[in-house]
C-alpha cells in the first residue's frame, strides 16, 4: 500500500513539473519537446497530457497538434485570490523576522500613494509603540518600504508623487529632491533591500526587503525597525541578508521567481 501511495505522489510531482514547464513556453509546445524538457519518455508525457486534457486543463491544437495550458488555471487563480489574505499569509515570517533580528517587523502596503501598515509583531522593547503601528500610514520617500514601493513608478510618477505629496523633510537626513530620491531608488534596486537611515525618525533606523507577485511588481514590503544605537551600520549589515532571504521566500509563496 505504501509503493502505490509513493508512486501516486510522484505521478502528481511529475504533472506538476510538466505543468510549470508549459507554463514557461511562449507558445503551444510540442509533445517530443515537453518530454524531453521534462525527462519524461514521450508514453509518459503524453498519458499525463491526455488527463489534464480529459480535465480540462490543457488543450492540442487541432492543426499543429501542439499542447498548450488552458485559461482554467486562470479561474482557478482568480478563486484563490479571492479566498486570499496577504497579511495571514506573511505574518509567519513577520514573527520569524523579529525573533532572528531581534527587532520589530513590519508588513506594509501603498495607498493613496502612502505607506500604510498593516501588520507588526513587536521587538523586545514594543519600540513599535512609537512607530509602525497598524493603520499608520508614513510618506514614502522617508520609509524603507516607501522606497521599494516605489521601484514600481516611472519617472512621470514620481514627478507627480512630489507634487502632489511633496518630499517634505521629517528630519535632517530626509531625502527632498527628485534626483536625489532617484539616486536612491537606483541603489534599491541594485542591493535588493532598502533603508531608512533615521529619515522619517531621529534615532530610528529600518531595514526593509520587497514582498513581489508573479509578476516581480512590489506589492509590499516587509521591514524590521529599531533604535539606531542597538540596530548599528554594522549589525544592519548582517540583518539585512536575513531580511532579504526571508522576503524571497514569501515572495516565491506568491508564485514570483527570482531564477
Known sequence: MKEKLTSKNQSVEKTFYMIEIMSQSSGAMRLQD????????????LRMLNTLM???????????LRYYLSMKFSRIGDLIKSQYSLRDM?????????????ESSCLAIEEDKTVVYIDVVNGPDNMLKT?????????????????????????????????????????????????DLSAELSRVREQGYALDDEECEIGARCIAAPIQDQNGYVIAGISISGPAA???????????????????RASRELGFSDR
Open 34 to 45: 515537453i518530454a524531453a524538457k521534462a525527462g519524461y519518455p514521450p508514453s509518459t508525457a
Open 230 to 248: 542597538r540596530l548599528t551600520r554594522e549589525q544592519a549589515d548582517i540583518c539585512k541578508d536575513i531580511v532579504i532571504e526571508i522576503a524571497r
Open 54 to 64: 480529459t480535465m480540462g486543463y490543457v488543450r492540442q491544437d487541432p492543426d499543429s
Open 90 to 102: 506573511i505574518h509567519p515570517y513577520l514573527v520569524e523576522l523579529a525573533q532572528r533580528c531581534g
Open 131 to 179: 512607530l509602525q503601528r497598524i493603520g499608520k500610514s508614513a510618506p514614502m520617500h522617508s520609509t524603507g518600504v516607501g522606497k521599494l514601493l516605489l521601484l514600481n513608478y516611472s519617472d512621470d510618477q514620481l514627478v507627480t508623487l512630489a507634487k502632489t505629496k511633496g518630499l517634505d523633510p521629517l528630519t535632517a537626513k530626509t531625502i527632498t529632491s527628485l534626483d
